[in-house]
Structures are given as C-alpha cells and as structure tokens.
C-alpha cells in the first residue's frame, strides 16, 4: 500500500486562537517581547493587508495603523491548543504528530476511503477548521517533506508515487533547510527544486554538506521520515476489586493504603505530585461513595498522605459492604526530585503541609491565608494575602524600615505642630511620649486611586510611651493633623 502523508498548516494559529476567544472587527495582532522591545508575533489577515507584518516593532504598527488592537502573545496557550488540535486530528488516522509549532502531520495511510478519498477528506478537514475560525494550508503527499512542501508553497495534493512532478517547480526554501543554504543556492542558480535535482550531487555535498541532500530524498520519498505521533498522557488512577465484601474501617484503610502505594510509584515514575486525590468505594448494593483529599501541596509519598484520609474514611457507610476501592490524582502538578539538605527542614515542611491539609478538609484550603509582601511603599498596600496552599512562604520581606505588627485603619488624635505631641489621648487612654524617631515621609501613588491618600503625602514616626505602647503615627502636613495607624510588638 503507497504511504500517504497529510501536512497541516496553521499560519495564523495564535491570532486565529485569540480571536477564537475574544472576536474583534478592527486589524488585530498579537505582540511578544524581544530584546526589550515590543514586536509583532502573529497577525490577522486585515492587518496584513494593511502592511503590517510579524516582527515590526509596535511602535511602528501604530504609526501605520492606529486602529490595531493587540493582545500578549501566550505561547504555552498556543502549544496546549495546538495538541488539542492533535487530538481531534485523531478522527482521520491514529499516526498524528507535531510540526513544528504551528502545524500537524498525519499519516493518513490506508484511511482515505473512509472519507470518500484523499480529496473527500482534504474537503472534509477543511471544512471543519474554516468551520472553527482556523486559517489552514494542508498538503498531501507521499512522503513527510513533500506534503510540508506543499502545504507551505503549493497547496494540493500531489499523485502517488510522482513527487517530483508535484515538487519541482517549489523554490528550494521548501525543502526545510537552512535559509543561508537557500541564499547561497539560489546565488549558484538553483531555485527550483527540479533544479536542484537535476545537478550532480558530489559537488553539492562537499560545498553544502550532506543536510541539502537528506532534505531532498526525504521530500523525493527515498529516504524514510517517520511520523511520531503524539504519546497519550498518563493515567493516574489504579483500581482493587475485591473477591468478598469489607466494611471494617481497618480493612478499607488498608486497601487504600495498597492503592496509594501504587499510585505514588507511578506519579514517582513521571516527576509529579498529586494534588487532588479522589477515593471512591463501591458497595455490592452498586451505590458508591467518594473521599476527596486536597493537599496543601504535592505529594507522591504515601506514608505521608495516607494518614489524611482517615478524617473522610471515618465517615463512610459500608451498608451491605465495600467490593471495589478506587483511586485517582485528579490534579497533579511537576514534582521534579529536589536535594534533601536537612532532614529537619524536610519534615518540617511535610508537617506544615500536613496540618494545613488537615484543617483545610474542614474549612477548605482556600480558607488558610498567608501573608506575601507586595512591592509597594504604601503601608496598606505592601503585603497580599494568599492561600497557603497554592502559595511559598517569602524567604524575607524587604524592609528597608521597621514596620508595625499590627496595622489599622488611620485613627485620628489631638495634636500640633510637625513633631509628635508630648501627651495626646487615644482609644479612651491618655499617653505620654517617652522616645521618637522620624519621620518616613510617603508619598501617594498617583497611579492608582485609593480615597484613604488624597490628602498627599504623610511623615511617618516611630514613638514609645511611658505606659509601654509603642505606636506608629503620621502627620500630614497638606492638613495638619496626627494620626495612629500601626502598634509594635
């Protein structure tokens, strides 16, 4: 049977993909970054026809196009659509590959009829991709190259076994070299690629190597490309079907214990971490009951994550008895092997992570916070507060001056002048000021709107009283007033 060969073409994948999500009725491209300046990643055809094109500056659309809208470019958004697109390629044939980072290729062999032919089936998958907004080039060939050849500078399907005739009048560019060895080609005369093979290849070998030669057998289909098609994902899950019902808490503990030994050797096996875990108990009466366990953070080790299900193994019902225990990482994360540089350290952490697993089963681990600095000199604005299990704890907080522990809303107190007064009264107590320091003078971020800073900028003091508060108070001298906002420890 002739191999035959489908090379899929996306040239607009990104900008097709953003505008899959977010439609626009204006010339529209997305932009990335390089060498610290803003260019054209990827565009739609308005803004082509408008004269803009991938790798101009922004500054440089604008000018010529004011209207464009632009979105960031996400290339780890692009990669996952486009093995979505692999797996529906799926529908054709079982051999389906990657091209590169915008295009597919399938191996299509012995699978044509189903769709009425190779010209029903180019039909059919153009359709269905113009169908979901894809801009799509597709060639069909005998051979790897030759159906990427065609599909990126001819477009068709070429007859079997006559490559040449469907290839030779592409320029050499489509041979997937080197775009230094197409200018020094092209400088020798040989445009074509029924140019190119036309000449001897002796020469050609010892002034370009043998990697122009290899390009042209396999496009010519003498020398084998395979195609690799895509590995499907592991499958985290095992499953333990027992030959006599239990109902013992003992023995559905212990057959979870058998569970996660297995899961966890396979998670080890690939470098990840569960972070969601979902047990489900099937008893002989054919209802089932489910344990999900949320981790504060991924695990493959069993000793450690089997102690946590015993909270939700408390609470089921065995009825008539439990004959099947199954066991799947519904959400798992990379866990890649880390030096172990203390094992205090390490059980500290697998104790931290456990105790916020453990409260979080009752009050959901979204429920347990912790505090991040954020990088503002804004008192009220210089920490974020995040779930502790989906956040690391800062190594440090970049202080360059002490900071209160405890921080409050501005109250007012009675007193003049610039420097603190010498006693005031606050929250129904009256102080005397012992020491102070200061001032920290800060200034508002005029970027953002925050009501509590309008009034300008305010003049920071430490101050320590002789009845032992230590207290954190501003001034602001725009509208003269004193305020306490913070305490010390």
């Known amino acids: 049977m002739q191999r035959r060969v489908v090379s ?20 529209f491209a997305l932009t990335a970054k390089q060498s610290n300046t803003d260019r054209l990643h990827c565009l739609d055809a308005r803004a082509e026809r408008a ?3 991938r790798g101009m500056t922004l500054s440089d659309a604008r000018a010529l196009q004011p209207d464009l809208i632009t979105r960031p470019a996400d290339a780890p958004g692009d990669a996952r659509f486009l093995r979505a697109l692999a797996r529906w ?3 054709y044939c079982p051999w389906v590959g990657l091209e590169g980072a915008d295009g597919l290729v399938l191996d299509v062999t012995g699978s044509t009829h189903l769709f009425g032919g190779e010209t029903g089936l180019i039909a059919d998958m153009r359709m269905r991709l113009s169908r979901a907004g894809m801009e799509t080039r597709i060639g069909l060939a005998d051979s790897r190259g030759a159906a990427w050849a065609l599909a990126h500078f001819g477009e068709g399907i070429a007859a ?8 030779g009048d592409l320029p050499v560019a489509a041979l997937r070299i080197d775009p230094k060895l197409v200018i020094g080609l092209e400088r020798l005369g040989l445009r074509s690629i029924a140019d190119l093979h036309a000449t001897p290849r002796a020469p050609l070998a010892r002034r370009f190597g043998n990697g122009v030669l290899l390009r042209l057998d396999q496009a010519l289909g003498a020398q084998p490309e395979p195609v690799t098609p895509l590995a499907d994902p592991p499958h985290y899950g095992v499953r333990l079907t027992l030959p006599d019902p239990i109902g013992l808490l003992e023995d559905v503990q212990a057959g979870a214990a058998r569970l996660l030994a297995q899961l966890c050797s396979k998670l080890r096996h690939h470098d990840q971490g569960a972070r969601v875990l979902l047990l489900t108990l099937r008893r002989v009466d054919q209802a089932s009951q489910q344990v999900e366990l949320r981790l504060a953070r991924p695990m493959n080790d069993p000793q450690a994550i089997l102690p ?11 009825g008539f008895g439990i004959d099947q225990l199954r066991l799947a990482a519904i959400q798992v994360e990379d866990l890649p092997p880390a030096q172990i540089q203390s094992a205090v350290r390490q059980d500290e952490n697998d104790g931290l992570a456990a105790l916020i697993t453990r409260i979080g089963t009752r009050i959901g681990l979204e429920n347990v916070q912790r505090f991040l600095p954020a990088d503002s000199h804004i008192p009220e604005r210089s920490f974020i507060i995040a779930a502790a299990a989906f956040s ?7 202080l360059l001056r002490p900071r209160p522990l405890r921080l409050f809303p501005p109250e007012p107190v009675a007193g003049t002048g610039r420097t603190p007064p010498a006693r005031f009264r606050w929250r129904r107590m009256t102080l005397r000021v012992e020491r102070q320091a200061g001032p920290e003078r800060l200034t508002p971020e005029w970027w953002l709107e925050d009501e509590s800073w309008r009034s300008g900028l305010r003049d920071y003091w430490r101050v320590e009283t002789a009845q032992g508060r230590r207290l954190w108070m501003f001034h602001t001298p725009q509208h003269p007033g004193w305020y306490v906002q913070g305490e010390f420890a």
């Open 160 to 167: 079997p076994g006559q490559p040449l005739q469907a290839l």
């Open 89 to 91: 390629a799926g529908r």
């Open 51 to 53: 004269g803009l094109a």
């Open 392 to 398: 690391d704890p800062a190594p440090s907080w970049p």
């Open 308 to 318: 946590l299900f015993d909270r939700g193994l408390a609470g089921i019902e065995a």
């Open 8 to 27: 899929l073409w996306f040239p607009r994948l990104a900008s097709d993909r953003a505008l899959r999500l977010r439609p626009v009725e204006a010339a």
